[in-house]
C-alpha cells in the first residue's frame, strides 16, 4: 500500500528565486521581495538560465501574491539572490473604495503600520491595484503577457473612472 507522505512547507524568504511553469515546456521567474510582494521578471523560458542572472532581468511587474503559493511548492525555489535595491523598494498601489469610488495610494513599507492617502486618477492610473492575487491567475498574466494581449485578471482590477466622485 503506498500512502502520500506530508508535503513539506517551504518558507517565504526575501531573495528567493522562484521558477513558475507556464505549462508547454516553459517557465517564468519572480523573485520574493518583503510579505506579500513578488517581483516577476520579464521572458518566457523553455532552457534553464543561471539563478545569479536571474534578477538582473528587466522587471515585467510586481504584485501582492498568496503566500501558498511559495509555502507549498506550487512555484519551486531554486535559488537565492539578494533583491537588487530597486526591487527591495515596496512600490505604491492604488485602492478603490467599492461604495464611494474614491482612490487611494496604498504603500506598506511607511512606518510600522501601512501609508495611505487620498490620491488623484492621475496618480493612481499607471499602477497595480492593491490585491493579493492567486498563483493560477498569475501564472495566467505572465502567460498574456509573454504573448502581449490582456488579461482578464487586470481588467477586472481597472479603476472604475466613472464611479470617481466628481
Known amino acids: 500500500m503506498v500512502t502520500a507522505q506530508k508535503q513539506?512547507?517551504?518558507?517565504?524568504?526575501?531573495?528567493?528565486?522562484?521558477?513558475?511553469?507556464?505549462?508547454?515546456?516553459?517557465?517564468?521567474?519572480?523573485?520574493?521581495?518583503?510579505?506579500?510582494l513578488a517581483i516577476f521578471f520579464e521572458g518566457t523560458f523553455d532552457e534553464e538560465v543561471a539563478t545569479e542572472h536571474i534578477p538582473s532581468l528587466p522587471?515585467?511587474?510586481?504584485?501582492?501574491?498568496?503566500?501558498?503559493?511559495?509555502?507549498?511548492?506550487?512555484?519551486?525555489?531554486?535559488?537565492?539572490k539578494p533583491l537588487l535595491p530597486a526591487n527591495a523598494e515596496e512600490p505604491f498601489?492604488?485602492?478603490?473604495?467599492?461604495?464611494?469610488?474614491?482612490?487611494?495610494?496604498?504603500?506598506s513599507a511607511f512606518a510600522a503600520t501601512n501609508y495611505e492617502r487620498p490620491?488623484?486618477?492621475?496618480?493612481?492610473?499607471?499602477?497595480?491595484?492593491?490585491?493579493?492575487?492567486?498563483?493560477?491567475?498569475?501564472?495566467?498574466?505572465?502567460?498574456?503577457h509573454a504573448a502581449h494581449r490582456p488579461n482578464r485578471w487586470v481588467e477586472s482590477l481597472r479603476i472604475d473612472i466613472t464611479a470617481i466622485p466628481a
Open 119 to 144: 490620491a488623484s486618477l492621475e496618480e493612481c492610473q499607471h499602477l497595480e491595484c492593491a490585491a493579493v492575487w492567486e498563483p493560477e491567475h498569475v501564472v495566467d498574466r505572465l502567460n498574456d
Open 59 to 80: 522587471v515585467a511587474f510586481r504584485l501582492w501574491v498568496s503566500n501558498h503559493a511559495i509555502t507549498k511548492g506550487t512555484w519551486p525555489v531554486i535559488g537565492s
Open 8 to 36: 513539506k512547507r517551504v518558507r517565504r524568504k526575501v531573495g528567493d528565486i522562484l521558477l513558475i511553469d507556464l505549462g508547454s515546456g516553459r517557465h517564468a521567474f519572480a523573485q520574493v521581495a518583503d510579505e506579500p
Open 93 to 107: 498601489f492604488y485602492k478603490q473604495d467599492a461604495i464611494s469610488g474614491q482612490l487611494s495610494l496604498h504603500h
